[in-house]
Each structure stands twice: as C-alpha cells, then as structure tokens.
C-alpha cells in the first residue's frame, strides 16, 4: 500500500490539516524548519540515524547522523547570532553541494535568518543581482567560489559578512572571516527562533521574461506540503535511502533535497561530482538508493548512453522514481520501464508552488507524457487564454492555474508587490497579498499551457512566456541579454530558446554590433565566453547569429516569440501584424 493510499478518498476529504498532523505537529508547537529536520528527528529516538550520505569528487565521502546535522546546523546558527544577524536577516548560501552547504541551511532557518541558497556556477553579475535585489546582509561561501564575491563586494553595502567555510584561511582578505564547522566545537544547544508558521524562511531566486530576476518568499509553514508531497507522491518513508539530484540553488534542490526528506527523518544521500552516467549508476548502486528524484535531461543523458550501462550495475535497490523540471517524454518514461523495471513519475510544480502540485503518485495510472493530477488539496485548472475562465472542454489549452491558500505557496516576490499580484485573476483591486493567498475565489496562474483531458490528467504544452528552460533550470532572457549589451561589440541583443536534444532548449542570442566590429567566429567565442563568466554556462548562448536589426513592435519592444518562433520551425505569423503591440 503507498503513502497517499486511495486518491479518491483522500481527495474527498481532504484538508491541510492532514499535513501538520502527519507531521505529528500540534497547534502552539514550535515550527521552525531547522528544527523540525534535525533536532526533532533526534527526539524521536533517531539521532544516530544517518541523515546524509555524501560523496565528492576525487572520492571523497562523509556520512553524517541526525545528530550531526543538529549539533553542526546548532554551531552555524550560534555564528551568524555571535556574527550580529537577526531574525529576517538574508544570509547567502554560495558553495557546491558540501555537507556545510546543508548545515548552514538549517543553522540559517534556526537562527531566523532567511536562507538565500544561489547556484554556485553563477557568475558575478548574476550573484551580483540576487544579492542586491535579497540586501543580503551575509553570504557563506568557499575558497573555491569567494573570488566571484570579491569582485561584486564594493557594489553591495548592505553585504556586511564574508564568511568563507571550506578552503584555505591563509587565503583570506581583509574584511573575510573563515569558519570551519567540522573543525569547530559542535553546538548542543541553540534557542532557535519560532516565528510562528507565517515567519520567512527561503528565499529562491527565479528567472521571468521581464526585469531581473524575481525572488519568491517562502515561510516555515512551507514545510506541512513538502513533506506531505514527500511521503504520498516520493512515497518515503523511514527505510528509504533517497537520493534527489537538484543542487539546492534551485527549488527542487531544497524543496526536496533537504526540507521534506528530512522533515521526514529519511536518509538522504547527495553526489557532489558532476554528472556522468557510469558515475550516477555506482552511486546508486553503492548507496543503495530506493527512492530518485531527478530530472528530465538527466534521464535523455542515461538513455543516450544506453540500457548495456544500466545492466552492468546492480541497481535492484531502487523501487520508486521520480521527475521534474521540464516536460518528461513518454519515451523516457517508456525506457524507464524497460531498463528500470519501474516508471518516472512526473511531477509539476515551480519555485512560487514551494511543492508538487500536479503528480503522477504511487499506484496511480501513469499516461506516458502526461504531468499526472493535482495533488490532493490542490484545485486545478486550466484557463482560457483570452477569458480567464476555467475551460470545460477536454483538450482544450490554455493556461495552468490554481487557488491559492496551499502551506507552500510563495507570500510575495521581494520588494515587487505589483508583480507578485499580476500572477493573480479574478482578485478584487486592491487586494493584500494575505488576501491573494488566501482568497478560493481567485485563481493563481502559472505562467505555463496545458489541457487537462476527461481523467483529469494534465498534459504540458509550453511556458505562456519567453522564459528558457534548458536542462530544468530557467533562465531569464532580459538577464541575458541585459548582459550580451554590456560586451563592448553588442549595440542590441535577443535572447531566445532554440530546441535541443538534449536539454529541451539551449540560449541563441540575436545581436547587431556596433559600428567598428564585424562578424566573426572568434567574436561569437568571446561573446559566449563573457556571458558564461558573467551570468553562468546555463545562460551562455549556444550559438550567436548576427542580424543588422532585430525585430521589435512599433513601441519597440523586442518580438522575441518571432524569432523564438522561427528557431522551433513553427509559423511565425506576419511580421507587420507582430509589429501592433
Ligand atoms: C520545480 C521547478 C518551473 C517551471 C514550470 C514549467 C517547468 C516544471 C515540469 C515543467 C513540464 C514538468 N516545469 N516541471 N514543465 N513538465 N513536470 O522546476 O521550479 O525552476 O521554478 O521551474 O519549469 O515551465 O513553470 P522552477
């Protein structure tokens, strides 16, 4: 029998109190995320349990107890309190996946703070952005990526903390501190901070098609859903080794790489070595792996390198697998099957759901291609594209939306109200954004297209936007191209998604250059290579095609989905009609 047990009665009489009650949580009790997944697991008589089991490049490996995870996350909260941050402070968490990156985490949300976890490929400019936009008061980082803070430090007067936590400390400078919590006493005690379920917990930067990136607020109640989802769709329970492969910069790396596993008192296992098919299988194999969490480009990847692979390792441990971040292939799911013996179960969701909110679960009926159904508690739906209004018709697209008042959801895009409202229909004007996240009369749209057919399975069709989504992770066009203009060439520049094998998309720039530069092979390289220091190898275009003018509407705003269009072969309509705003 699975976690969720039968949909239909679940969905039935279903209310969000069965997530704080499977969580043993009791109104007035403390709620605070970093407790919950470290100190409370202990109580509980698990303290000696393995929490995480790591491996790093060059075969490095570390096995960590619950009570590790407590005494070291105890150790990183009492530093930031000595250091001077309080609650609601934003504390960066810059570095690979290392065991501190998971200490900090729960010693941040221990402590109050407001955890700020950023992808630690990204380059100066783009660190440079989330923090301005976060007034990020400390970031935590390493030897290995502290240089990138350097150079953007002079630019950030709210950034009053360099904390530096694995490397060299003979290789600080001034105005760094070095902090080695392995080295350092562990902390058995910590008075952590309860600020109630509405009290700001994660801070996860995420890309749309206008602006800078937008960071969506979550708070500690987020955690009734993640770990809901984790035990009915991931189906964890207590004998699991889980292994999710999201890097914590991104929602799903903490969501459930670190937050509901944990919440859980599941063992979790993190592979802090890049990605190589061969290497993924003997993780699994060796550490036995019951329960994966991946993403669609990572199974292309396993497929392409073929089923003999997959038969040279013992991977009869696994029993459940899952998938998100970008539409999964019926033929993956199909593979799986045969090679696995067991399905990808699908999931849909983003950084502003906090949790899986449309799922393929346990003894559900998969439809190969389809994203499954709405997680119990969830009303979905699929919106007219020019009404708003729920379509009733099976087939028909348009856009994926849902009520609000789910424990995940995001509270608000920092510093951006008027944004973080338009992500609403149907509210009244003027409406608080307590009222938007709690109004069941108003609808909040994903930003993304679908049908839902006559089972109430929904099919992905498209982002409703000009976001890339390459590999599973989103990047912002105006980002890019933002930066493609501050390369001495580029006068204009257009960012768009061409398709890929591979990662669904990749970046294709458009640029004019100015007067003095020609085209040239060595010009795209070293336009590719400014953004990939700049932003991040995600960012970095493939490919570059010069052009004497981009195509813009008569208010002069860039036609991106025209020459979006064309890169995916699809009719690009009339360009003197794009041109009418
Ligand atoms: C969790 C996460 C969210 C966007 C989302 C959509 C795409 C996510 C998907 C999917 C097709 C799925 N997406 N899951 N598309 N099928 N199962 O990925 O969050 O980084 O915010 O991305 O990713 O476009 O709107 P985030």
Known sequence: MSNIGSYLERQASFDWSVAREALGWKEGELLNIGHICSDRVCASGRADKEALLWEGFGGKKAVHTFDDLRARSNAFARLLVDEGLTPGDRVCLFMDKIPSLYFAFLGILKMGGIAQPL???FGDE????????????AILTTGK?????????????ALEKVIVVEGDPAKLKEGEEFFDVEAADRVEEFPYFDGGPEAPSVLHYTSGTTGQPKGAQHVHSSVWGQALTTSWVLDLTDDDVYWCTADPGWVTGTSYGIIGPWALGATQCVLDAGFTSARWYRFIQDHRVTVWYSAPT??????RDGADLVRKHDLSSLRHLASVGEPLNAEAVVWSEEVFGMPFHDTFWQTETGAMMIANWPGMKIKPGSM??????????????????????????GLIAFRPGWPSMF???????????????GAPDGASPEELRTNPDIWYVSGDRASVDADGYYWFVGRDDDVINTGGHLVGPFEIESALIEHEAVA???AVGKPDQMNMEVVKAFVTLHAGYTPSDELELDI???????LSPLAMPQEIEYSDKLPKTRSGKLLRRYLRALEWGEEAGDLSTLEDD
């Open 119 to 121: 992808f630690s490929a």
């Open 528 to 534: 590719m290579n400014f953004i990939r220091k700049k």
């Open 145 to 157: 990526h502290v240089k990138k803070v350097r150079k953007i430090r002079g630019d950030l007067p």
């Open 298 to 303: 990572a199974i292309r990847s396993l497929m």
């Open 372 to 397: 499954g159904r709405p997680f119990p508690g969830i009303t979905a739906a699929i919106l007219d594209l020019k009404t708003n209004d729920p379509v009733t018709t099976p087939g028909q697209v």
């Open 411 to 425: 509270r608000a895009y920092r510093n951006q109200p008027d944004v973080y409202r338009s992500k609403f229909v």
């Open 492 to 494: 204009e520049a257009a």
């Open 126 to 137: 783009s660190l440079k952005v989330r923090l301005e936009s976060a007034g990020t008061r």
